[in-house]
C-alpha cells in the first residue's frame, strides 16, 4: 500500500489517500524504479507558498521494493534532478486522485478529495512544472561561536554586533600583557606592537582630541554608532572612544554580558572602572582624567591595526 500526499496547502490539511490496488502500487513503483534522477527527500526542495512535492510513501513492511525507491520518497521536488521525467510520475498521480476514496482518513474532513479539487491541483501543478521556483539560497550564517553572540544595537535598531565573553586570561599573560593596549583590546586584535589608530594605515595622529583620533580610527576602517556593518564584516565590534584631553586617549570595547571591558595601556586586561566598580556606561564610569567622551564605532572584521 501507497501513502500519497500532494504537499501545497498552507492553512488546511493537504490532500492524502491511499493506494491499496497490489497491482498499481508495483507498476508505479517499477517505474520509479526505472527512470532516473526522479525522486529526493521529502522537505528536500521548495518549501514556500503553493505546489511544493508529491509525497510517497511505502505503508507495510512487505510492499514491492526495488533499488533505489525507499519507503519514503517525493516526486516533482525542485530538489530531483530530472523535474520533468519526475513531474510526469507525479502528474499520473494527482490525475488518479480517488473521488470519494473508500478509504477515509482524518484529512478527508477539511480537504475532501473531489473532482474542483484534483482540477485546481493540477492547474497549480502545471504552473509549477513550467516555472519553477528558484528561491535565492540564503546568506550563509556566521558560524558558531560559543564565546561570541550576535546582538542587536539598542541605540540603532536596524544594526547588530557581536559581543564576546569577557576573557581577560587572553591579554594578561607575560608575553601578551606589556606589547598591547587598549586598541588592540578594542578592537579585539592582538598585534604585540601597542597599536595606534591610523598607523596602518599613513593616519596617525600626535593631537590627542575627539576630531584627529577619531579620523585616524576611521582610516584603519572603524564606522561611526549607526552606520550599520553588513554581516560580511562578522565579528563586529562596538567600541567606545573617550580623551584626555591634549594628552592621551583610551578605548573600550562592549562585552556579553552587558558590560564594557578595556585595558590601560601595558596593564592587565579588566571590566572595571577607576572606582573598581564593573563598567555598564563607559560615558558615565570613572575614567580620571579622561574626561572627553567622544563617540561609539562599530570595528568589523576588515579594520587593520598596528
Not at 110 to 133: C, Q, V
Not at 163 to 183: E, K, L
Request: hydrophobic fraction near 35%; glycine fraction near 8%; charged fraction near 25%.
Amino acid at each position: 500500500m501507497l501513502r500519497i500526499e500532494i504537499d501545497l496547502f498552507s492553512g488546511r490539511p493537504n490532500p492524502v489517500w491511499i493506494v491499496t490496488d497490489g497491482a498499481e502500487t508495483e507498476r508505479f513503483l517499477g517505474a520509479v524504479a526505472e527512470a532516473r534522477g526522479v525522486i529526493a527527500k521529502q522537505g528536500a526542495g521548495f518549501t514556500g507558498l503553493g505546489f511544493r512535492e508529491v509525497r510517497v510513501d511505502l505503508l507495510g513492511d512487505d510492499d514491492p521494493l526495488y533499488k533505489r525507491v525507499p519507503k519514503q520518497f517525493a516526486l516533482a521536488s525542485t530538489a530531483v534532478a530530472d523535474l520533468n521525467a519526475s513531474g510526469e510520475l507525479a502528474r499520473r498521480l494527482i490525475e488518479a486522485i480517488p473521488i470519494r476514496s473508500k478509504i477515509q482518513l482524518v484529512e478527508h474532513t477539511l480537504t475532501p478529495l473531489t473532482s474542483k479539487l484534483r482540477d485546481g491541483i493540477l492547474e497549480r501543478f502545471i504552473r509549477f512544472l513550467a516555472n519553477p521556483p528558484r528561491p535565492r539560497r540564503p546568506k550563509p550564517q556566521p558560524p558558531s561561536n560559543p564565546l561570541r553572540t550576535t546582538v542587536n544595537d539598542e541605540t540603532c535598531t536596524k544594526c547588530q554586533y557581536e559581543v564576546s565573553q569577557f576573557n581577560p586570561g587572553f591579554w594578561n599573560i607575560p608575553t601578551v600583557q606589556p606589547y598591547n593596549n587598549c586598541y588592540n583590546y578594542a578592537r579585539n586584535w592582538r598585534t604585540n606592537t601597542f597599536a595606534q589608530p591610523g598607523r596602518a594605515h599613513g593616519a596617525q595622529t600626535g593631537i590627542m582630541a575627539c576630531g584627529t583620533v577619531t579620523t585616524a580610527a576611521m582610516a584603519d576602517g572603524l564606522r561611526k554608532r549607526c552606520d550599520c556593518l553588513p554581516k560580511s564584516e562578522y565579528p563586529r565590534r562596538l567600541m567606545a572612544l573617550v580623551i584626555d584631553p591634549g594628552f592621551d586617549y583610551h578605548w573600550y570595547r562592549h562585552q556579553r554580558g552587558g558590560f564594557w571591558g578595556h585595558k590601560p595601556g601595558g596593564t592587565a586586561a579588566r571590566n572595571v572602572d577607576n572606582s573598581n566598580v564593573v563598567i555598564t556606561d563607559p560615558e558615565t564610569c570613572d575614567r580620571g582624567g579622561y574626561t572627553d567622551f567622544c563617540e561609539y564605532f562599530y570595528a568589523g572584521r576588515s579594520v587593520v591595526i598596528s
